[in-house]
C-alpha cells in the first residue's frame, strides 16, 4: 500500500470513528431525554398517588366541609345548597309529564309518563347547544330551549293543555322554593353573564310564554336531584345521587335539623335533598400537581371547581394533554409534532378513555388516536406506553377521588360503618345503603368504574363495602325531574324521604 492508500485507509478511519462518536453521542442523548420524560412521568405519578390513608383524609376533610357548609352560607367552598325538595316520589304519583335537561353541550326534552310504579320516557329529543348561545344571553339560551320543546308538544294530541315542567338545570342555583331560584354562577363551560343572580326558572317560563306554550315549571332540579328522585322511586334505600359526567355533582338526604343554614325552615318529612355542588370542595389533601394549576388557568372560572377539575369528563383529558406537551417540550419523545400538543382540550376525555382501553398488544388504538386526532405519526411502541399510562394516572386519581367523595357523604350519614366497634360488634345494625349514579364517565368507561369499585372497598373494607350499592339510574336526571314535576304539581299527593 503506498502512502496515498495509507492516507485515505488513515481518514477512512477516523471518519468512521467520528461517525461512531456522533450515533454514540446521540444515543446517548436520546437515552437522556427518554430519563428525562420517565422522569417527568414518576413525578406525575407521585403527584397524583392517592393511597388508601390519604383518601381517608379526604373523606373526612369532605365531612368536615359538609359541616361548615350545613352551618351557614358561605362557611365552606362546599355549597351544601338547599333544594327545598322535602317530598320523594311515594310511588302513586300519575300522568304525563315533560322535562327539559339542560347541563352540558346538549339538552334533552323529555315526555315522561309516570304510573302503576313505573316511570318511562315515552318519548325523548336530545339537540345540541349552538356553541355561540353558551356565550350569549340567557334570553338566547331560554328562548331556544323554548321552541324546541314547542316542536317536541306540537307533533302531540292535546298540545294546548296545560302541562307541568321537571327543569333540571345542571349548574349551582340558591333556590328559594322547589320551583324557583337563582344561578350562583356558571361550571363547565357556559358563560352567560347576564344570568347570574337571576332566577332561571322564571327566566324559562318567560321564554315559554313568549314561544306561546301553555307550559310552567313546576319543580327546577340539580341533575343529582332528579338522579336520586328516580333512585329512590325504584328502591327506598336511596340516600344520595353522584354524578360522574362532563361535570360532578352530588346529593343526599339530609335531616332538617342538621341544617342549620335552615333557621327553623321546618319541612312536612323532617328531611331535604341537599345539593353539595361537591364539584367546588376543596381540601389541602387533594393530590394536586403543576399541571392542575395550569388547566386551572385555562378555564374562565379560576379557583373554582377544584373538585371537579381532578375528576369530571370536561378537563380529564386536558390534563392528559398537559402532561404530554410539556415531555414533548422536554424531550424529542413525539418528534416534530410535539406543536400539535399545544392547543388546548385536543385530547378529549372520550379519547383518554379510548387510549386506557386499547388492550391489544401493539398499542393500535393509542396508535389510531395518535395519528388521527394529534396528527403524531409513527409514535414506538414505548411512547404508545407511555401515552397510556399517562391517561391511566389521570383516570385513576379521578376515579378514587370520586369514591372518597361517595364515602364522605357516607360518613355523614353514619352509615360507613365507623359505629362498628373494635370488637366486632355494631352499635347498629350496619343498613343496606344505595346510590344512585350516572353521567358518561361511570357509565361508559369500564376502567374508571373499577378503579371507583376498588377504592370504595379499599376505604369502607370488604365487609361494610357489601351494604353499599352503586345503581345506575336512566335518564335519571330528566325523568327524575318529571317525577318531582308530578310531586309538586296541583294534584300533588304527599311523598315522603
Ligand atoms: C354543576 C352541578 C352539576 C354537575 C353535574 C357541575 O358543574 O355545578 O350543578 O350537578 O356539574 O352535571
Not at 406537551?325 to 406543536?339: K, T
Request: hydrophobic share 40%; with cysteine.
Amino acid at each position: 500500500m503506498g502512502r496515498v492508500g495509507l492516507g485515505v485507509a488513515a481518514s477512512c478511519a477516523a471518519a468512521t470513528c467520528a461517525i461512531a462518536a456522533a450515533l454514540v453521542a446521540r444515543r446517548a442523548s436520546a437515552r437522556a431525554r427518554w430519563r428525562r420524560v420517565v422522569a417527568l412521568l414518576r413525578e406525575f405519578e407521585d403527584g397524583c398517588a392517592t393511597p388508601t390513608p390519604r383518601l381517608r383524609q379526604v373523606v373526612d376533610a369532605m365531612v368536615v366541609e359538609m359541616h361548615a357548609g350545613l352551618a351557614s352560607d358561605g362557611g365552606s367552598k362546599l355549597k351544601m345548597l338547599l333544594t327545598f325538595v322535602d317530598a320523594l316520589p311515594a310511588g302513586n304519583e300519575q300522568g304525563t309529564y315533560y322535562s327539559i335537561d339542560l347541563g352540558g353541550t346538549n339538552f334533552r326534552v323529555l315526555r315522561v309518563e309516570v304510573g302503576a310504579g313505573s316511570v318511562v320516557t315515552s318519548r325523548k329529543v336530545e339537540v345540541t347547544i349552538p356553541e355561540e348561545l353558551t356565550k350569549g344571553t340567557i334570553e338566547e339560551l331560554f328562548n331556544f330551549v323554548a321552541m324546541t320543546l314547542k316542536e317536541f308538544v306540537e307533533t302531540e294530541d292535546g298540545k294546548d293543555e296545560q302541562r307541568a315542567l321537571g327543569f333540571t338545570f345542571s349548574f349551582p342555583v340558591r333556590q328559594t322554593s322547589v320551583s324557583s331560584g337563582s344561578l350562583i354562577r356558571w361550571t363547565k363551560g357556559f358563560f352567560i353573564e347576564d344570568a347570574v343572580g337571576k332566577d332561571v326558572a322564571q327566566c324559562l317560563n318567560e321564554a315559554l310564554a313568549r314561544s306561546g306554550l301553555n307550559v310552567r315549571v313546576t319543580a327546577l332540579v340539580n341533575d343529582t336531584v332528579g338522579t336520586l328522585a328516580l333512585g329512590h322511586y325504584y328502591d327506598e334505600d336511596t340516600v344520595a345521587a353522584v354524578i360522574i359526567g362532563a361535570g360532578t355533582n352530588a346529593c343526599y338526604i339530609e335531616r332538617t335539623d342538621a341544617i342549620i343554614k335552615c333557621q327553623g325552615l321546618l319541612t312536612n318529612s323532617g328531611g331535604m335533598v341537599v345539593n353539595m355542588e361537591w364539584g367546588n370542595f376543596w381540601s389541602s389533601h387533594l393530590p394536586r400537581t403543576p399541571y392542575d394549576i395550569s388547566l386551572d388557568d385555562e378555564t374562565q372560572n379560576r379557583n373554582e371547581q377544584g373538585f371537579e377539575k381532578m375528576i369530571s369528563g370536561i378537563y380529564l383529558g386536558e390534563i392528559a394533554r398537559l402532561v404530554l406537551h410539556r415531555m414533548a417540550l422536554e424531550s424529542d419523545v413525539f418528534g416534530d409534532a410535539a406543536y400539535n400538543l399545544s392547543t388546548p382540550f385536543t385530547l378529549s376525555t372520550p379519547l383518554l378513555a379510548a387510549i386506557r382501553k386499547d388492550d391489544s398488544p401493539d398499542l393500535s388504538e393509542v396508535r389510531r388516536i395518535l395519528q388521527e386526532h394529534l396528527k403524531i405519526p409513527d409514535t414506538p411502541l414505548k411512547t404508545r406506553r407511555l401515552v397510556a399510562k399517562v391517561c391511566d394516572i389521570v383516570t385513576q386519581r379521578a376515579a378514587r377521588l370520586a369514591a372518597a367523595g361517595i364515602v364522605g357523604i357516607l360518613k355523614k350519614l353514619g352509615r360507613d360503618g365507623s359505629g362498628v366497634a373494635s370488637s366486632g360488634r355494631t352499635r347498629g345494625q350496619l343498613r343496606r345503603t344505595v346510590v344512585a349514579i350516572e353521567g358518561g364517565l361511570y357509565e361508559g368507561y369500564p376502567v374508571f368504574r373499577e378503579y371507583l369499585d376498588e377504592a370504595l372497598v379499599e376505604i369502607l373494607g370488604e365487609e361494610v363495602a357489601q351494604t353499599v350499592a352503586l345503581r345506575v339510574t336512566e335518564d335519571g336526571s330528566g325523568a327524575g325531574a318529571a317525577l318531582l314535576a308530578a310531586v309538586h304539581s296541583s294534584n300533588r299527593q304527599q311523598g315522603s324521604i
